[in-house]
């Protein structure tokens, strides 16, 4: 009896441990692979969210935007977007972790206030503070009056508008920040000391000690970047809403007009899927590319 109530009680035990898994796989298949896989289906059709009939019309949606000036300009934008935000977060980012690295009064307090953009900066409401702080008469304009220099029309150029895009998700740098500095702390001081002996100064100790024991971080930390860069849509939706002459018009943004204001299903899903292919490309080439400049020490890779 003992043993059957064991038997029992493990088998209880199981049957409650696969209800819980069973929970988060009704939501998965649910809200994440039955949209990822009908969005790959609606993309070889003319679906529309307000008409019954849908007909399936093939590589048509796909031959539109390649054909389509207005789409192929997104995506150029869009890859512009991403090689000027990803390269100057990672830097400024390693640059903070770094300065915050060293042993001084009140550094805890430091890294919060770094930490805080991160947290913030995805917000509709630092969205629009940013749009306040480049208008004609915003705050940017102010300083830089101060010196002498004529007020710049960041929001309404299309030489200025995505470089302000691009300024405020460089401001959200506090998540690679607390990674790259997580990293920065694993790296022996021996080797320092080593390095210090030979005669290397800091900055040679940074560039031929710390740079190669980080690699595999700042390999993380581009590849998830690019991903969330190639996939923003708060920042130019809230502040330019695309303009000026569609200088800011992301991906993203056509994603969701063709979706939610001409209710062209099917070409949003093909331009989804077309965004999806490009960054996994990417993402492919970064990993074939690892195997040039980072470092896993002993391991294999």
């Not at 298949?29 to 307000?50: A, D, G, H, I, Q």
């Not at 389509?68 to 150029?76: D, F, M, W």
């Amino acid at each position: 009896m003992q043993k059957k109530t064991k038997k029992m009680t493990r088998a209880s035990r199981q049957n409650i441990g696969y209800a819980y898994i069973a929970i988060w796989i009704i939501g998965f298949l649910v809200f994440k692979f039955y949209p990822f896989m009908s969005s790959l289906f609606y993309s070889f059709t003319n679906y529309n969210l307000f008409k019954e009939s849908v007909e399936n019309i093939g590589f048509a949606n796909y031959e539109k935007i390649v054909d389509t000036a207005k789409y192929l300009k997104s995506y150029i934008v869009t890859f512009k977007y991403a090689f000027m935000t990803v390269p100057l977060k990672l830097l400024f980012a390693l640059f903070i972790a770094y300065l915050l690295n060293f042993k001084i009064k009140g550094i805890n307090l430091f890294r919060t206030a770094y930490y805080i953009p991160s947290i913030l900066g995805g917000s509709v409401a630092i969205a629009v503070l940013w749009q306040f702080l480049f208008q004609n008469e915003g705050l940017v304009n102010t300083i830089i009056g101060l010196f002498g220099v004529k007020p710049v029309n960041w929001l309404g150029s299309p030489d200025y508008a995505l470089f302000v895009i691009c300024l405020l998700r460089v401001w959200q740098f506090g998540s690679a920040m607390v990674i790259f500095l997580a990293a920065l702390k694993g790296v022996p001081q021996d080797l320092y000391e080593a390095a210090s002996i030979d005669g290397a100064g800091k900055f040679t100790q940074f560039l031929k000690v710390t740079i190669p024991l980080i690699t595999p971080v700042i390999f993380y930390n581009l590849v998830t970047q690019l991903c969330q860069a190639f996939q923003e849509f708060n920042g130019p939706f809230m502040i330019t809403k695309g303009g000026p002459l569609g200088s800011t018009t992301l991906i993203s943004i056509l994603i969701y007009q063709n979706a939610f204001k001409t209710y062209d299903m099917g070409l949003a899903s093909a331009m989804a899927w077309l965004l999806f292919f490009i960054v996994a490309v990417l993402t492919a080439v970064s990993f074939i590319s690892q195997k040039h400049w980072v470092y896993y020490g002993d391991e294999e890779r």
